[in-house]
């Protein structure tokens, strides 16, 4: 699984993207961040608060429930500013 | 229709002169250009966003704004990177047979660009910099197009 980091959460947690094998458990965004949380104090600080994050699957923002399956492109970053 | 996700400045002129030459059946031509504001000492902006997702995104609200505003054409160019106070940051062209629609349709571009579109703004003055937070009226704006 791919996973990318912008903005803020990039810089919360030193890098822009990594590709991981999260547990079977790991079933969508939110498992997704709680499993990274326990794995490291810099992931619980990016994402402790959810209201301030979105996510976006196979480059298609997604609800936080949305499910989640191996060989996804997932991406994680606070609301967004363009204009 | 074209998008484009770009780290260069653009021409306004050139590019409604190249969606408008040769055309007779195009009446009104709206262009919106959003540019970097120097408040509270900003300096400069600098323009994250997600390559691949970015283009996708921007296809998909032109090819809406086209439909929903039976617009001739339209345009979107959307600059990332280190911008200045003043530089431009975006351009919206919108052609149709009446003003109407191209008013519209510009205004319906930028509201959906500000809150669908994934780049991110950090601005600096000089000596630190901070991301900007998203406006909660901005979503409200886009909100009323549904």
């Known amino acids: 699984m791919q996973i990318l980091y912008f903005s803020r959460v990039r810089e919360a947690i030193g890098k822009d993207e990594e590709t991981l094998t999260p547990p079977a458990d790991v079933t969508t965004v939110d498992g997704l961040l709680n499993w990274l949380s326990t794995k490291d104090e810099g992931y619980e600080q990016a994402f402790k608060n959810r209201d301030g994050l979105r996510a976006a699957v196979n480059q298609t923002f997604s609800p936080m429930d949305a499910p989640i399956k191996h060989g996804d492109e997932i991406a994680i970053f606070p609301p967004v500013t363009g204009g | 229709m074209r998008i484009s996700v770009q780290e260069q400045d653009f021409s306004i002129d050139k590019e409604v002169e190249a969606l408008v030459r040769g055309r007779g059946d195009i009446g009104a031509v709206a262009t919106f250009s959003g540019l970097v504001r120097g408040d509270n000492g900003i300096t400069q902006m600098t323009l994250e966003h997600y390559p691949g997702?970015?283009?996708?995104?921007?296809?998909?609200?032109?090819?809406?704004?086209?439909?929903?505003?039976?617009?001739?054409?339209?345009?979107?160019?959307?600059?990332?990177?280190?911008?200045k106070v003043g530089e431009r940051i975006v351009l919206v062209i919108t052609l149709s047979k009446s003003r109407?629609?191209?008013?519209?349709?510009?205004?319906?571009?930028?509201?959906?660009?500000?809150?669908?579109?994934?780049?991110?703004?950090?601005?600096?003055?000089?000596?630190?910099?901070?991301?900007?937070?998203?406006?909660?009226?901005?979503?409200?704006?886009?909100?009323?197009?549904?």
């Not at chain 2, 617009?71 to 160019?77: E, F, Q």
């Not at chain 2, 500000?114 to 886009?142: C, L, R, Y």
């Open chain 2, 53 to 83: 997702m970015t283009e996708k995104q921007l296809e998909a609200i032109a090819k809406d704004a086209m439909k929903r505003f039976s617009l001739d054409d339209c345009l979107i160019i959307h600059r990332y990177g280190t911008l």
């Open chain 2, 100 to 146: 109407k629609a191209a008013f519209q349709g510009a205004e319906f571009l930028m509201d959906w660009l500000k809150t669908q579109a994934p780049f991110w703004k950090k601005e600096s003055n000089g000596n630190e910099s901070k991301w900007v937070d998203a406006k909660a009226e901005d979503k409200h704006t886009q909100e009323k197009w549904k």
